[in-house]
């Protein structure tokens, strides 16, 4: 079939103009079956002991939502909640600086105006990390011969040392990168030290606990190679 555009505008008219839909089922609807459970049938669901006026909703859901202030305080009546099977053993806060960054146990002076903040929490008994860290100020690529540019790395302030540990590099712009996850070991950092054997070969977050200031985390980027910011965990 052909249409003038003239017509074609009168049907879009025409067609917004009468939103209804004109349509009986054969038989009727009064002889369509719903499937249990929906629809016409509903009034066949019994109200439960009590009527549907005392039913508890679980806290959070439902006919109680008011009760939860919106703080975040629980109420009163409110059950504990189960034991998490999540912990830390520890956590460190790292504020990361260009300052800090060394080749060997020379300062380099990292990348001017960039900061990096690692909050990392460790569950030593399962060797887990979880990290979330955040970079201001980063320029340039990500840049390293690790599988990743953003590491915990072992030595003492003012000293080099091998990456033990290696994180999805953040992900932003330069006001703001971010990264975060959990890993557990084996590690991996795709570096491999002067035995051959890949520099995350062996390592338990546990060393870092029983040493904190013996770690440092860091980020590697293309204009500050050996090092964009770095921070002692202790
Ligand atoms: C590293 O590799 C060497 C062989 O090159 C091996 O003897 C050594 O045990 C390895 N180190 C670790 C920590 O597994
Ligand atoms: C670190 O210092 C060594 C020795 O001075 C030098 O050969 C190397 O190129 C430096 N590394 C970087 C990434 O600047």
Same mark, same amino acid.
């Given at each position: 079939?052909?249409?003038? &555009?003239?017509? *074609?505008?009168?049907?879009?008219? =025409?067609?917004?103009?009468?939103?209804?839909?004109?349509? &009986?089922?054969?038989?009727?609807?009064?002889?369509?079956? /719903?499937?249990?459970?929906?629809?016409?049938?509903?009034?066949? /669901?019994?109200?439960?002991?009590?009527?549907?006026?005392?039913?508890? /909703?679980?806290?959070? *859901? #439902?006919?109680?939502?008011?009760?939860?202030?919106?703080?975040?305080?629980?109420?009163?009546?409110?059950? =504990?909640? $189960?034991?998490?099977?999540?912990?830390?053993?520890? *956590? /460190? @806060?790292?504020?990361?600086?260009?300052?800090?960054?060394?080749?060997?146990?020379? $300062? &380099?002076?990292?990348?001017?105006?960039?900061?990096?903040?690692?909050?990392?929490? !460790?569950?030593?008994?399962?060797?887990? !990390?979880?990290?979330?860290?955040?970079? *201001? #100020?980063?320029? #340039?690529?990500?840049?390293?011969?690790?599988?990743?540019?953003? @590491?915990? @790395?072992?030595?003492?302030?003012?000293?080099?040392?091998?990456?033990?540990?290696?994180?999805? +590099?953040?992900?932003? +712009?330069?006001?703001?990168?971010?990264?975060?996850?959990?890993?557990?070991?084996?590690?991996? &950092?795709?570096?491999?030290?002067?035995?051959?054997?890949?520099?995350?070969?062996?390592?338990?977050?546990?060393?870092?606990?029983?040493?904190?200031?013996?770690?440092?985390?860091?980020?590697?980027?293309?204009? =500050?190679?050996?090092?964009?910011?770095?921070?002692?965990?202790?």
């Amino acid at each position: 079939m052909k249409y003038s &555009t003239a017509a *074609t505008a009168l049907l879009i008219s =025409a067609a917004a103009a009468a939103p209804t839909i004109d349509y &009986t089922p054969p038989g009727g609807w009064e002889s369509i079956k /719903y499937p249990d459970g929906t629809g016409e049938n509903l009034h066949e /669901y019994p109200a439960p002991p009590g009527g549907w006026e005392n039913v508890k /909703y679980p806290p959070g *859901t #439902g006919e109680n939502l008011p009760y939860y202030p919106p703080t975040g305080e629980a109420p009163k009546d409110c059950p =504990a909640p $189960p034991a998490s099977p999540f912990k830390f053993t520890s *956590t /460190y @806060h790292v504020v990361a600086t260009p300052d800090q960054v060394v080749n060997g146990t020379t $300062p &380099t002076g990292g990348l001017e105006g960039a900061q990096g903040f690692y909050d990392l929490g !460790i569950n030593s008994d399962l060797d887990l !990390i979880c990290w979330s860290i955040k970079l *201001t #100020g980063f320029r #340039g690529d990500y840049s390293s011969p690790a599988d990743t540019a953003t @590491h915990i @790395h072992e030595a003492a302030f003012g000293a080099s040392g091998p990456p033990r540990i290696a994180f999805p +590099n953040p992900v932003g +712009n330069e006001q703001e990168a971010v990264s975060y996850g959990c890993q557990v070991g084996p590690f991996v &950092t795709g570096l491999e030290g002067p035995d051959g054997n890949d520099t995350g070969l062996g390592f338990k977050v546990a060393e870092i606990e029983a040493n904190p200031a013996g770690f440092f985390a860091d980020v590697h980027s293309s204009l =500050a190679v050996p090092g964009a910011v770095r921070g002692q965990l202790a």
